[in-house]
C-alpha cells in the first residue's frame, strides 16, 4: 500500500482551474521533489493534502485512509504533517514549548514530549536559544524548529513547503542533512522547492505541476531534462 | 522554562491575596471592606477575560454581559421560585457556561473585530432583553435578591476563597497541555491545527471556562449588593474589565488581579479628588498598550526580577 | 399611507446612517481594523456644534463644517498617534494587530466619554436647528425642516464622498491600498498618508453626521454609543469596505427598523439589527458584500 494516494484531485477557484485532475502515489521510504512555476498550483495541492482546503472533486488516501475532507488536526493525528512555506511558528512560546505543543498534540504524553523535544533541540542545534520566545529566533533557526516540530512523532509522511526559500546556505547545508538522515532512517517526505540543485541532490523522483496539472513524474534528472518541463518553466505553451 | 514564569506569578498571586485577607485586621470601615469586595468581584472577570483574550487570543466583549446572565440565573430563581441562593450558585455557573459554550461555539471561525463586534452585540442584545422584559425580570429596576450570608466579613473571606481557588484552578491548567494549547491558538491557530491541535475544543473549552467564572462573579454580587439589574451588563463594565487586565498585565496570572484592585481602589480613592479616574485609566491603557504590553506586571518584573540568561 | 412614510421615513434615517457608518467602512477598508471609537467622532461633532452654536453664536450653517473639522482633527490625531504604528512602527503587540486596535480604540472611546464628561458636564445639550420652518410637506408626508435639509446636506456628502474616491487622485491612491497594501507602497503610494487621509475623512463625516443630528439626537458625553453600534452592524451588513455595500445596507437598516419598530416590537427596535449583525457574522464572517480573505 503507498503512504499517500492521490487521484484525480480538482480544486478550483471561480473561473481558475488551480488544481486540475492531479493523481500520483508516495510510497513509504521515498523521498520527492514537486516542483513547478509560480501558479502552477503546487501550494493549493499542498494546501488540500495538509486539510487547509476541501477539493472539488477527486480524493486523497493516506496510508489507504480517506483524508481529503478531514480537518487539518486530524489529518495531522493520521501522520500527514506539514511545514508551511512562510515559516509558522508559535512566536510568544519558548522554541522548547513549541517543540513540546507539538508533541502533546501528536499523542505523546508529558514524559515523552519533553525526553523527545530536548532530543530533538540537541539535534537541531537549537540548544542556546531553547527557552527564548521563538519570535525571537533568527528566520533559519524558526524554520528548524518548524521542522522539529514536524518530527516529535515521526510522521507517516512530512511535506515541506519551500524549505530552503530565503534561508542562508549553512542553514540550507543543515537543513539538508537532516533530510537525509531521516530519509535514511526511512522517512518519506514530498519536497516542493524551487531549488533545483537541492531537489537534484536530495529526490530520486520528482513530480512537476503545470497550470494545475502534473506534466512530468519520473526520475528527477528524467524530469530536468524533459522538454515539456523546461517549456513550462521558461514559457510558451505546453503541448496538449 | 515557562512553568517557572507561571509559578513565580501564582505565588505573588497568593502572596497578593493573603494581603487582602489581612485587610480587615486593619480596616473596619464597611464603605472600604465593600470597596475591595467589588474589586475582587472584578478580578474574578478580569482573570476570565484573561484566560480567554490573555492566553488563548478570543477578545470577546462580553464579560460583563455573563456576569449579568450569572446574577440574574441565581435572582431570578430565588425572586420567583424561591429557590435558595446557594442552589442558584452553582446554578448560575452552569447557565452562564452553558450558554458561553453555545456562543463560544458559534463565534468559532471569528477573529480580532469580527469576534469583538459578535461578542458586543451579543452582550448588547442580552442586555436590552433583560431591560426591557419588565414582567420577568422587573427591567431596569433591577431584582431585589437575598445574600447567602448576612456579614459583609463573611462576603468578603468567600470572595478571597474564590478568588484563590480560581487562581489555583488557573495555574493547574496552564501546566498541563491545555496552557500549550491555549497559548498556541493565541499565537497561530493555523499552525496550531496543522500540528495537531483540536482548535475547536480548546476554544469552546476556554469560553466556556471564561464565561462560567464571570457568572459565579456576577452571582456572588448579586448576593453581596443584593440586587441585581441590567447594569451589570454594560459595555462600559467590560471595558473596565479590560482596562484593568491590560493596566494589570494581559497574559499573566497575576496582570489581572493586580489591575482589577489597582483600578478599582484607586479608583474609589480618586472618587474623592474628581472623577477622573476612567480618564487617567483609560488613558494609561492607551500608554500601555501602545508601548508596553505586559502592564505593570512586566514593569515589575523588569525592575525586581533578575533572571539568569 | 403609513407604509409609504415608514418607508420615507425609514430611508431617510438610513441615509443618516450611512452618512455615520461609511467612514467606519473606510477604515475597515483601508487597515482592516473597526474603530471601537467611532462614536466618538460622532460625539465630538454634535459637540463642537452645539458649544459653537449657542455659546458662541456663531450661525448654524458656519458651526457645521467646524463640527466636521473638528471630527477631522479627531480622526487623523488618532491615525496618527495610535494606528501609524501597527504598521510602520513598532507597537508592543507585534503580530496582534487586531487585538491591539480593539483595546486601543476602545480605550480611546472610554477616554474621550469620560473627558467630555469631566470638561463639559453630563447634561445633555441642544444644538440649535439649521432652518426654523417646523414642517414642511415632501409629498405625501410631513417633515421638519431640519430633517429635510439634513437629509439634504448627507445625501449631497455621499454623493460627494463616493465621487471623490472613485474619481479623484487620492481616492484612487485609497482604493488602491484598500486592495493591497504592500502593493500599493511598492509601486510607490504614500500609504500613511492614504491611512491618514480615511481617518480624517472618517472623522470629518462623523462629526458632521453629529452636527447634522444635534437638533434632533441632543449632546451628551455617551451620545456616540448609539451610532456606533448602528455603524458597525452597518459596516458589516455591507461588508467591511465596500462603501456601495454600507450604503445599501444602511437604508436597508433604516426601513427595517422602521417598519420593525412600528409591526414587530418598539421596545426591542435596537435589537433588530443586532440579531442581523450576528446571524450575518455567523454564516458570512465577511458581511454581505465583503471578499474573503485567504488564510494559509
Known sequence: ?240 | ?309 | MLNVDLLINGLIIGLFYALMAVGLTLIFGILKVVNFAHGEFYMVGTYTYTLVALKLGVDPWLALPLAAGAGAIVGSLTERMLMRPLYSGYTSWGMLKDEYAVVVTFALSLLLVNLVDKVIGPYSQRGPALIDITRMSLGPIMLSGQKLIATAVAAATIVALALFIRYSFWGRQIQAVAQNRLGASLAGIDTAKASNIVFTLSGALAGLSGALLAPIINASPDVGSFPAIKSYVIVVLGGMGSIVGSIAASLTLGVLEGFGAVYISYDYRDTFGLVILMLVLLVRPQGLFGEKGRDV
Not at chain 1, 100 to 109: F, K, S, V
Not at chain 2, 125 to 140: E, H, P, Q
Not at chain 2, 215 to 231: I, K, R, T, W
Open chain 1, 1 to 240: 500500500m503507498s503512504c499517500l494516494s492521490i487521484s484525480e484531485v480538482r480544486k478550483s477557484f471561480g473561473g481558475l482551474h488551480a488544481v486540475d485532475g492531479v493523481s500520483f502515489d508516495v510510497d513509504y521510504g521515498e523521498l520527492i521533489g514537486l516542483i513547478g512555476p509560480n501558479g502552477s498550483g503546487k501550494t493549493t495541492l499542498l494546501n488540500i493534502l495538509s486539510g487547509h482546503q476541501p477539493p472539488d472533486s477527486g480524493q486523497v488516501l493516506l496510508d489507504g485512509r480517506p483524508i481529503h475532507r478531514l480537518k487539518p488536526e486530524q489529518i495531522a493525528q493520521a501522520g500527514l504533517l506539514r511545514m508551511f512555506q512562510l515559516t509558522r511558528v508559535f512566536r510568544r512560546m519558548s522554541a522548547f514549548d513549541n517543540l513540546l505543543t507539538a508533541g502533546r498534540a501528536l499523542g505523546l504524553d508529558h514524559a515523552e514530549a519533553i525526553a523527545r523535544a530536548r532530543q530533538l533541540i540537541e539535534e537541531l542545534t537549537l540548544t542556546r536559544v531553547r527557552d527564548l520566545d521563538a519570535g525571537q529566533l533568527s528566520g533559519g533557526q524558526q524554520k528548524l524548529l518548524e521542522f522539529g516540530c514536524c518530527f516529535m512523532r515521526p510522521p507517516k509522511i512530512a511535506l515541506l513547503d519551500e524549505p530552503f526559500a530565503a534561508v542562508h546556505p549553512t542553514m540550507k547545508e543543515t537543513l539538508a542533512g537532516f533530510i537525509r538522515k531521516h530519509h535514511a532512517e526511512g522517512q518519506t517526505f514530498l519536497i516542493v522547492s524551487h531549488d533545483m540543485p537541492v531537489i537534484v541532490e536530495l529526490c530520486p523522483r520528482t513530480v512537476c505541476m503545470n497550470a494545475g496539472s502534473v506534466i512530468a513524474d519520473e526520475l528527477t534528472r528524467a524530469v530536468l531534462n524533459d522538454p515539456v518541463v523546461i517549456e513550462a518553466y521558461l514559457g510558451g505553451e505546453v503541448a496538449a
Open chain 2, 1 to 309: 522554562m515557562k512553568t517557572d514564569r507561571n509559578a513565580v506569578e501564582f505565588r505573588l498571586s497568593l502572596a497578593l491575596l493573603a494581603l487582602v485577607a489581612l485587610i480587615p485586621a486593619a480596616v473596619s470601615n464597611p464603605y472600604w471592606l465593600g470597596v475591595i469586595i467589588v474589586s475582587m468581584y472584578f478580578a474574578l472577570l478580569a482573570a476570565g477575560w484573561n484566560l480567554l483574550a490573555g492566553y488563548t487570543g478570543q477578545f470577546s466583549m462580553a464579560p460583563a454581559c455573563f456576569a449579568m446572565i450569572g446574577a440574574y440565573a441565581s435572582g431570578l430563581l430565588s425572586y420567583h421560585w424561591n429557590v435558595s441562593p446557594w442552589i442558584g450558585l452553582p446554578a448560575a455557573i452552569i447557565v452562564s457556561a452553558a450558554i458561553g459554550m453555545v456562543l463560544g461555539r458559534i463565534v468559532m471561525r471569528l477573529r480580532g473585530p469580527y469576534l469583538a463586534l459578535t461578542t458586543l452585540s451579543f452582550a448588547e442584545i442580552m442586555r436590552l432583553v433583560i431591560g426591557n422584559s419588565y414582567s420577568f425580570t422587573r427591567g431596569d429596576l433591577g431584582l431585589n435578591v437575598p445574600g447567602l450570608f448576612d456579614s459583609r466579613l463573611v462576603y468578603y473571606y468567600v470572595f478571597v476563597g474564590v478568588l484563590v481557588a480560581v487562581q489555583t484552578g488557573l495555574f493547574l491548567l496552564l501546566r498541563t497541555k491545555a496552557g500549550l494549547y491555549l497559548r498556541a491558538i493565541r499565537d497561530d491557530e493555523i499552525a496550531a491545527a496543522s500540528r495537531g491541535v483540536d482548535v475547536v475544543f480548546w476554544k469552546t473549552a476556554a469560553f466556556t471556562m471564561s464565561t462560567a467564572m464571570s457568572g459565579l462573579a456576577g452571582a456572588l454580587y448579586g448576593g453581596f449588593s443584593q440586587l441585581v439589574s441590567p447594569e451589570l451588563g454594560l459595555i462600559a463594565q467590560t471595558g473596565l474589565v479590560i482596562c484593568m487586565v491590560v493596566i494589570g498585565g494581559i497574559g499573566s496570572l497575576i496582570g489581572p488581579l493586580l489591575g482589577a484592585f489597582l483600578v478599582y481602589a484607586s479608583s474609589e480613592a480618586l472618587r474623592e479628588v474628581g472623577g477622573v479616574q476612567l480618564i487617567v485609566f483609560s488613558f494609561l491603557v492607551i500608554v500601555f498598550a501602545r508601548f508596553y504590553r505586559e502592564g505593570l506586571w512586566g514593569l515589575a518584573k523588569r525592575a525586581f526580577m533578575r533572571k539568569p540568561a
